[in-house]
């Protein structure tokens, strides 16, 4: 199971960052992405980092932005984002790729076990 966690309101430049914390299994041996879906929209990848050799992908609206992290002594998935805009909010996703890397990492259905969703709020 993954356990998503760290959403919040924020003004907009403002600092979050998210956990993805999993339980039952090991999280280096999968590549882990996140998604979010904004209100009235579909979901959208934002991030993924892969299992076997930790290369990093984003999409292009957070580029310079967010980062995501993995530590594998907690088994725990980061994605700390920076100079939050508005557009950044929405129900945040974590969840595990069918691949140990991140080929097709932004396509929805590639991904098996998914978290619960935390809500991160950028408004003034």
């Known amino acids: 199971q993954l356990q998503a966690s760290g959403g919040g309101l924020v003004q907009p430049g403002g600092s979050l960052r998210l956990s993805c914390a999993a339980s039952?299994?090991?999280?280096?041996?999968?590549?882990i992405g996140w998604f979010r879906q904004a209100p009235g929209k579909g979901r959208e990848g934002v991030s993924c980092?892969?299992?076997?050799?930790?290369?990093?992908y984003y999409v292009d609206s957070v580029k310079g932005r967010f980062t995501i992290s993995g530590n594998n002594a907690k088994n725990t998935v980061y994605l700390q984002m920076n100079s939050l805009k508005p557009e950044d909010t929405a129900v945040y996703y974590c969840?595990?790729?069918?691949?140990?890397?991140?080929?097709?990492?932004?396509?929805?259905?590639?991904?098996?076990?998914w978290g619960q969703g935390t809500l991160v709020t950028v408004s003034s």
């Open positions: 969840a595990t790729s069918r691949y140990r890397d991140c080929q097709r990492w932004n396509i929805e259905y590639e991904y098996r076990n």
């Open positions: 039952g299994f090991a999280l280096g041996y999968y590549a």
């Open positions: 980092i892969s299992g076997n050799d930790g290369i990093r």
